[in-house]
């Protein structure tokens, strides 16, 4: 099954387009999980099992394993993901931006050590620094175009000699020339509908990774409104901290289902109305 078709199934069989991103942080861990070796996978896979049955899919931030030598826990956490939850994708959070060579090994670190369904990369090198991404045809390459940082402007709103931003260039780019196995999406920020709007203006039902609703304050009925496709989905709506510290006391995994489930409906009511 690719990726794209496994999404699919998962916003239909889950009613859901909200992704869990894991972004393990020790210092915010419930005391429960102090000194113990696997923490990091523990507290994922407890976030995970909890939120499961609202989500669409998960999105494991590499950093905040690699930072803490887990790295094992990381691939443990994946592994697990495959086994209890096979039905929901994961999309790792690499955004790597490379070429040749190094673009190879870091798509086999991915799809071959990970078992990822999907990564984000970086298109700034060009399409030689994704297209060994692409070589895997049933893997998904989620491409960065508008970021939901407010420094993302600094380049991305720059204009081509014909007046387009440089992120609707990227979007055409992907649509029209890179996506030649129909596995590519997009990262739009959630801070920006106007934005996504026009993305999708631009590449029609091509998925897009939305993340800044949560913690980083994006308004979720806005980016419903912006960014659906006409079949009701089309979005991978990412929230990260507001659902794993949603509370660090003895029932931060139920406070963590409790955000997720909130999440949920608050973007079904949102697709509700604009339906």
Known sequence: MTFIDKLNRAWSSQDSLLMVGLDPDIRRFPAELADRPDAIFEFCRRIVDATAPFACGFKPQ????????????LLDLCRYIHEHH?????VLDAKRGDIGSTAEQYAREVFERYQADAVTVNPYMGRDSVQPYIDYGDRG???????SNRGGADLQDMRLANGTPLYLHVADQVARVWNTTGQCALVVGATFPEEIAQVRRRVGDMPL????????GGDIRATVQAGRTTAGHGMMINSSRAILYASQGDDW????????RATRSAIRLALSSEA
């Not at 590499?62 to 826990?73: G, K, N, P, R, Y």
């Not at 390459?141 to 970021?147: H, M, N, P, Y």
């Not at 990774?209 to 980083?216: E, R």
């Not at 995994?253 to 997720?260: L, P, W």
């Open 86 to 90: 096979p039905d929901l994708p994961i």
């Open 62 to 73: 590499i950093a905040h394993f690699a930072a803490q030598s887990a790295e094992d826990q």
């Open 209 to 216: 990774l939305v993340p800044g609703i949560g913690a980083q």
């Open 253 to 260: 995994a139920e406070a963590a289902a409790k955000t997720a």
């Open 141 to 147: 390459v989620i491409i960065l175009c508008r970021t």
